[in-house]
């Protein structure tokens, strides 16, 4: 059975930082890249990052979001990590984590799979 499992989310102060965490399990993690999402409260979902975790292409499906947030990933823990920091009121959200096939990195619309997300709250 596959499985994503988002953890990590807080309530956080503008200017602080959160780690967020997707632990998968049930595919071949190196078949995939895990993108980031977020659902900000009365909103549409929207893309953040993603990266293919067979070579590290690493995707911004916006730039708001360049420079405050980083993947990374723990191929032995089959692990993938959204650093959050420099957060905004507007960051508050649902974050996802979701797996493609697609390497590239692809919309949203081409993941397979989806955690049930955390949530995110930052405080002005």
């Known amino acids: 059975e596959v499985q994503l499992v988002e953890s990590g989310g807080a309530l956080v102060q503008t200017g602080g930082s959160l780690r967020l965490s997707c632990a998968t399990s049930?595919?071949?993690?190196?078949?995939?890249?895990i993108g980031w999402f977020r659902q900000a409260p009365g909103k549409g979902r929207e893309g953040v990052v993603c990266?293919?975790?067979?070579?590290?292409?690493?995707?911004y499906y916006s730039d708001f979001m360049k420079g405050r947030f980083t993947i990374s990933s723990d191929n032995a823990k089959n692990t993938v990590y959204l650093q959050m920091n420099s957060l905004k009121p507007e960051d508050t959200a649902d974050y996802y984590c979701?797996?493609?096939?697609?390497?590239?990195?692809?919309?949203?619309?081409?993941?397979?799979?989806w955690g049930q997300g955390t949530h995110v709250t930052v405080s002005s």
């Open positions: 049930g595919f071949t993690f190196d078949d995939y890249a």
């Open positions: 990266m293919s975790n067979n070579d590290g292409f690493t995707y």
């Open positions: 979701a797996a493609t096939l697609n390497h590239l990195c692809p919309p949203e619309y081409e993941y397979d799979y």
